[in-house]
């Protein structure tokens, strides 16, 4: 079984510590600040994530603990993309957060520089790791590619095609193959910028492969690139940091001692019915149930 790589022993001294103020912080941000119209849910949604990490290294943690932080980073993801679905204040939106007081009332976003493509792959794995259909197929999905052009935050044409590939292997849409052969040409070493290639090939690679296994419904392969994908993980982010975070210490985010991508694709290979026998640290939480939706089971 694959393990965790280690962050720095200051971070691992204090994880004890941190994950308590990062469960202080949630419960007071669900209390006082998710229905304010000013808050930000991708904050909210990141917070969560950033504890299901902690919990996840802390190896005592209870699996269902880590479930349900990122259950809520979930509810938070899918509320931040429904918001940004309609302009600015032309809806009023209800929606449920896993330890809200209440069902959470807010007026439409519209598009937020805090949306891009990054956000909607962490959406994806999130609402698919927890075979949530629903916010899967009717926020996620749903959500348009335009949308995601318009941000100010720019997203990079490797993952719009990443993105549009998803969409159609998910919707198993006639012009899948095309999709797919698409997102592999816009990850090709010369046609992506140098700041993006280093990500590119230790992480996107390796998502490419998994997707391209699961829409030809290879079991023994999908298992194979899940394990490859692991390893390429665990190797980009057990360093002090990368081209996306030159003066961080990238081995210390929380979020990176999960692999969410694994997850969302292991959640992803058992809808089509396939069995997954990849066992690692980075995938603390397996698919609680098999679902089916239209296309997906069997």
């Given amino acids: 079984m694959l393990t965790l790589h280690k962050p720095d022993k200051n971070h691992l001294d204090s994880l004890e510590e941190y994950s308590r103020e990062d469960k202080e912080e949630v419960e007071r941000l669900l209390k006082t600040r998710a229905y304010k119209e000013d808050f930000d849910l991708f904050l909210l949604g990141d917070l969560a994530y950033d504890l299901a990490g902690r919990l996840n290294m802390s190896r005592t943690a209870d699996p269902i603990d880590i479930y349900g932080a990122l259950s809520l980073a979930a509810d938070s993801y899918a509320a931040a993309f429904r918001l940004a679905s309609y302009p600015a204040g032309e809806k009023t939106i209800d929606f449920f957060l896993l330890g809200a007081p209440g069902d959470v009332v807010r007026r439409s976003t519209g598009v937020t520089s805090k949306l891009h493509g990054k956000r909607w ?18 926020i996620v999905m749903a959500f348009p590619r335009e949308k995601i052009e318009v941000s100010t935050t ?57 997707i391209a296994m699961l829409m030809l419904r290879d079991e023994e392969k999908f298992n194979s690139e899940l394990e490859l994908a692991l390893e390429a993980h665990k190797h980009y982010y057990n360093r002090a940091a990368t081209a996306y975070n030159p003066d961080g210490n990238v081995r210390n985010d929380p979020q990176h001692w999960i692999y969410l991508a694994g997850m969302g694709m292991a959640a992803w290979a058992s809808l089509l019915g396939m069995n997954v026998t990849v066992t690692s640290e980075y995938l603390p939480v397996r698919p609680i149930e098999r679902a089916t939706v239209s296309g997906q089971g069997g």
């Fill in 121 to 138: 792959l962490t959406a994806f794995y999130l609402t698919m790791a927890r075979h949530d259909l629903a916010d899967l197929e009717g």
């Fill in 154 to 210: 720019i997203t990079p044409p490797f993952l719009l095609a990443q993105i549009e590939a998803y969409k159609a292997i998910y919707l198993q849409t006639a012009d899948a193959p095309e999709k797919l052969s698409a997102f592999f040409d816009a990850t090709s070493f010369d046609t992506i910028e140098a700041i993006d290639r280093e990500y590119v090939l230790d992480i996107t690679k390796f998502e490419s492969g998994m």
